[in-house]
């Protein structure tokens, strides 16, 4: 399911199937979607953070056209301790891996992984990232 921010509307609760994982996506070239992120992230039960959530970058193959600061970035991932994935949509081949990693975070989060848990997952991916 796609939202544009959170809070999600209440009326639908009873038919909105379990949250497993919230991707926040920001475009690396929109202040806007930046601030959209940080204004839904208040909106999010704690325990979320605990494995289930990261943030997608997406634009990143134009670094020229940033309108957001890298360090911004780096802040969320560290403040809410979730990790970062970067990809270029308009490449497929791109676009394909990245659907593919963020289909697994998300067995995992499910629980369809035997062995691994969100929050074990969610703490390989911040320790790769800082290697």
């Known amino acids: 399911h796609l939202a544009t921010s959170l809070p999600l509307p209440s009326e639908r609760d009873h038919l909105r199937p379990r949250i497993d994982l919230i991707a926040f996506m920001i475009d690396i070239k929109s202040k806007h979607s930046l601030k959209n992120v940080e204004a839904s992230l208040t909106h999010v039960d704690a325990s979320f953070f605990l ?3 990261c943030f997608l970058v997406t634009g990143v193959g134009r670094v ?5 600061d890298m360090n911004a970035i780096w802040k ?3 403040v809410y301790c979730s990790p ?3 990809c270029e949509l308009e490449l497929e081949g791109m676009r394909v891996a990245t659907a593919q990693r963020l289909l697994r975070m998300l067995q995992i989060c499910a629980g369809h992984v035997p062995g691994v848990s969100a929050l074990c997952f969610g703490s390989l991916m911040r320790h790769s ?3």
Not at 64 to 68: A, L, M, P, R, V
């Open 51 to 53: 494995g289930k959530v």
């Open 64 to 68: 020229n056209y940033c309108s957001i």
């Open 76 to 78: 969320l991932r560290e």
């Open 84 to 86: 970062v994935l970067f």
């Open 129 to 131: 990232a800082d290697d």
